[in-house]
DNA sequence: GTTCGTGCAAACGGTTTGCAACAAT
DNA sequence: ATTGTTGCAAACCGTTTGCACGAAC
C-alpha cells in the first residue's frame, strides 16, 4: 500500500518487497507473532524473503518505534504493533498473548519505589480465558 | 545442611551431591540466576556436576514448586526461590532484577476485566536503579 | 562508486534429548 | 530387578553473523 511505503520512508527505510512484506503483515496484527511466524506469513506475500531480512527488518521496525519486541514467553520474543502503553494477559491454554488497555488497571504504590527510577512497567497477567 | 537433605526427600527427591549443590545455590541467592550461572556456581561445590542436571535438577524444583523460572529478560529463563508473590524491577543498565513485595504496589481494576480468569499476574518495571 | 539491502549458510547460545553407566530401592 | 540419577555428546531451536551479490542513491 502507498501508506506504507511513505511510512517506511518517513522512518529512513527503504521499503523494499522484503520489507513491506514484513512490516504489512506485522504492523497490522494483533497476535502477537513470533519471528518466524512472520517470517511464515510474509513470505507468502513475497517467496525470496529470508529469515535474516525477517529478523533485520524487524530489528529496525523496532529501532524506528513501529514495532516493540516483548519477552514474556518462555524461549521466544514476541512482536507488538499496538505502542500505546498497555498490559498483556497470557492464556495458559493456548499460549495466546492478549492486550489490556492501560486504563483498565490502575497501578499504585510506584511512587513510594524511591530506589527505583522506573521508565516503563506494565502487568502481566496469565490464566485462562473465559469460556463464556 | 541436614535441612536440605529432608528438604529435598520430603518433596520426593533423592538428595544426591549434585542436587545439594544446585539447590543450596539457587535456593539460597536472590540474585535470578539463569541455568548457566547455577551451573558455574553449584559446579564449585560439586566438580562433577554437568549441565544436564543442573537443567533437569532446576526443573524438577520448579515442579516440586521450590522455585519459580521467571521469563522476563531477553532470550534466558531466570530461576526465583522468593516464592511468595512479588513484583519485579529490571535495572536495564545492569541487567540485574531486583524483587518488588507484593505489599508495595496495588493493581486495581483485575475484578472488571471478566474475560480473563487471572491465575497469577505480576507488574515489570524496567528502568535505572537511583545511584544516591 | 559507495552505501544499503538481500539471501544463503554457517555460527552461536541456551536448552533438551538419547543413551549407556551406575546408584538406590 | 526395577527404578531413579548421572555425564557426555549430539541434537535442537531461536537468533545472529559473515559474506558476496545486487539494487539504490
Redesign the pocket.
Known amino acids: 500500500m502507498r501508506n506504507l511505503i511513505s511510512l517506511l520512508r518517513e522512518v529512513g ?2 521499503p ?1 518487497p ?2 513491506l512484506a514484513v512490516a504489512q503483515y506485522v504492523l497490522a496484527t494483533t497476535s502477537h507473532p ?3 511466524e512472520v517470517f511464515e506469513k510474509a513470505r507468502k506475500k513475497c517467496p ?6 525477517v ?3 524487524l ?1 529496525r521496525l523496532s529501532e524506528k518505534g513501529l514495532v516493540r519486541p516483548q519477552t514474556i514467553m518462555e ?3 514476541v512482536f507488538d504493533a499496538y505502542m500505546e502503553k498497555h498490559h498483556h494477559f497470557i492464556d495458559e491454554d493456548t499460549g495466546t498473548i492478549h492486550d489490556v488497555p492501560w486504563g483498565d488497571l490502575v497501578v499504585s504504590g510506584a511512587e513510594n519505589l524511591r530506589e527505583y527510577e522506573i521508565r516503563e512497567y506494565q502487568v502481566v497477567m496469565r490464566g485462562r480465558r473465559r469460556s463464556g
Open positions: 527505510l527503504q523494499t522484503q520489507r513470533t519471528a518466524d525470496t524473503l529470508s529469515r535474516a531480512t529478523y533485520n527488518t530489528a524461549g521466544v520474543v
